[in-house]
């Protein structure tokens, strides 16, 4: 039994064999040919694996970028990186977290076919994160080891059904569908950036972050890839002029040349960026087909909820711009740090680009290039700040040297947190009942809703006939 839970774990930890697995059912229950379902299912597996290797090469570039800031300006403090932190957590909390991670995929399954939010989360790395985070705390609130996994997956399987459901409003600005969603833990940092750049809009129709006039001299600049590659390269130069020769020779680059390992760094960054779009385009050409299979028998009008980089294909230039102002607005929180005396929270890279490239094409979508700039900026301070508050709620773990980085594990784990020290284990129960409960209530309020409207209409409709007639 534990080497069949064990072999269940291992799939539902890897987000590709999940997302192939929706698109082999999806097929299979419209009944295609076994070779269109093969097709699919294989096509997907690779496409999500193709994402995941632009992801893992952005990674790498940010990783020597990350050391190389650190280095070039003094700071230290805690690093928001969330592979970091997970690792430690997993030491004490592995069996929980895992546990949490697949009977909250189940509740996030029931809660979309009973409620309103017909949300599927389809990105297991950060859904697994969020496990390992809830584990952490409801471990520290003193919860019994069979307490923390029942509440945990209720807790985890609620995440998953509203946190794509809070940034579906502006996704659908993104794409002009209604058919994807965004399931990623920079949810609510992201939605913030909408909401900022819906604020600041200004008046009339605003200029996209995709209409930027470039002269024609440098119309290669017009190519995504070219634009990412001159754009990292100068910022990669700069900070490494800051670091020194001497460190990037001696320290990063193994003693290549320090300007040749800059500029190749900004190329692969660009290389990554590239290949993760490629792996979009064949992830989404097959699992919305494939999810109508499962909106039509299993769950009514569902939608996947899939990873940040889905919203890049829409608004290459926002992109880079979201990343540059998010990564903008965590040095402005940590200088802020430095004077407030608390614990240093440093720009965590990699979040900074995967979520402040999102609230960069969110923002452009909601406000323009105005949008884009200032959602991202705010996303950019949410995820310095909210680290900051989550330190104190995660015992022992929090005095770590790192810990998470997006924005929804800062309002989670806060929620359960506060709910922990201000009523203990009956407050933390209370919250999670009363979250279902309002999630219901909700969802038949709104079909309430949609009844009388679609019965005011079809009056209506009866009353022009009879004029007519």
């Known amino acids: 039994m534990t080497a069949v839970l064990d072999v269940l774990l291992d799939i539902f930890r890897q987000p590709a064999i999940i997302v192939a697995l929706i698109s082999l059912v999806g097929l299979a229950v419209q009944r295609k040919h076994f070779s269109d379902v093969l097709k699919g299912t294989v096509r997907t597996l690779v496409g999500f694996l193709v994402l995941a290797a632009g992801a893992g090469v952005i990674v790498g570039s940010l990783s020597f970028f990350g050391d190389m800031f650190q280095y070039a300006f003094n700071v230290q403090g805690v690093v928001p990186n969330n592979e970091a932190i997970v690792g430690q957590v997993l030491l004490d909390y592995g069996s929980a977290a895992a546990l949490i991670f697949f009977f909250g995929m189940i509740v996030n399954i029931a809660l979309a076919a009973t409620t309103r939010f017909k949300f599927i989360y389809l990105s297991g790395h950060v859904a697994f994160y969020m496990a390992a985070m809830i584990a952490v705390i409801f471990g520290v609130a003193g919860f019994e080891p069979w307490a923390v996994v029942l509440w945990g997956s209720l807790a985890q399987g609620l995440y998953m059904t509203l946190s794509p459901a809070i940034v579906q409003p502006f996704m659908r600005k993104v794409t002009g569908t209604d058919d994807v969603a965004l399931g990623h833990t920079g949810g609510a940092g992201i939605a913030l950036s909408g909401l900022v750049a819906t604020l600041t809009r200004g008046k009339g129709t605003s200029k996209s972050t995709e209409e930027i006039v470039v002269p024609k001299g440098l119309g290669f600049l017009r190519d995504t890839t070219v634009i990412v590659a001159v754009s990292m390269a100068i910022i ?70 899939l990873d940040v980089p889905v919203t890049f294909t829409f608004a290459p230039n926002a992109v880079l711009i979201g990343f540059i102002s998010s990564f903008v607005g965590g040095i402005v929180g940590m200088v802020a740090m430095i004077f407030m005396g608390t614990a240093v929270i440093v720009p965590g890279v990699i979040a900074h680009f995967m979520t402040g490239a999102a609230s960069g094409v969110i923002g452009n979508a909601a406000g323009g290039r105005r949008g884009a700039i200032l959602g991202a900026f705010s996303n950019g301070i949410a995820i310095t700040f909210l680290p900051l508050l989550l330190l104190p709620v995660l015992g022992e773990i929090g005095f770590a040297n790192s810990t998470f980085s997006d924005a929804d594990y800062g309002v989670v784990g806060l929620f359960f947190g506060w709910l922990s020290v201000g009523g203990g284990q009956v407050a933390v129960i209370a919250g999670i009942i009363l979250s279902i409960a309002a999630t219901f209530v909700v969802t038949f309020a709104m079909r309430g809703r949609d009844a009388r409207k679609a019965a005011a209409q079809a009056e209506e409709s009866t009353s022009n006939e009879s004029v007519d007639a």
């Not at 490494?240 to 390992?261: D, K, P, R």
């Not at 960054?269 to 989404?284: Q, T």
């Open 236 to 305: 990669y130069l700069i900070v490494g002029a800051f670091a020194g020769a001497a460190y990037i020779e001696n320290e990063l680059s193994g003693g290549q040349n320090f300007i040749v390992f800059l500029l190749m760094q900004a190329a692969t960054f660009s290389a990554g960026v590239f290949i993760i779009l490629a792996g979009v385009r064949v992830v989404l050409a097959e699992i919305i087909p494939a999810f109508k299979g499962i909106s039509d028998r299993l769950v009514k009008d569902a939608k996947p909820a």
